[in-house]
């Protein structure tokens, strides 16, 4: 967690991915592969995989990270390297990230 003059930042990351119908759940076999990987992380405090309910090809990650380190350390990690080389392969458009930052004030 970050900390910057009495807020308390978690970051959390949405990350839409749009597959060739066909590898679609080629996708989800992957995913159910590396997420406990990932889940262990240092810096994660969750990761959910959501799959769009009108575009079965269409999934959203929803992770929740300590911080921007955390987050960018995963990011240029062996861990992402290998599993994102895996299922861009498959992708059918560019995917789109965002990164939130949730702040709570602290007293």
Sequence with gaps: ??????????????VRMDFQPAHADDFLEHFRGVAGQIRQ????????????????NVFYTYSKWDGEDELETYRQSDLFKSAWSQAKCWFQAKPQAYSLRQELLLD
């Design 1 to 14: 967690m970050q900390l910057d003059e009495g807020i308390l930042s978690v970051i959390t990351r949405i």
């Design 41 to 56: 992380f240092p810096g994660v405090r969750l990761l959910e995989l959501h799959r769009d309910a009108s575009q079965p």
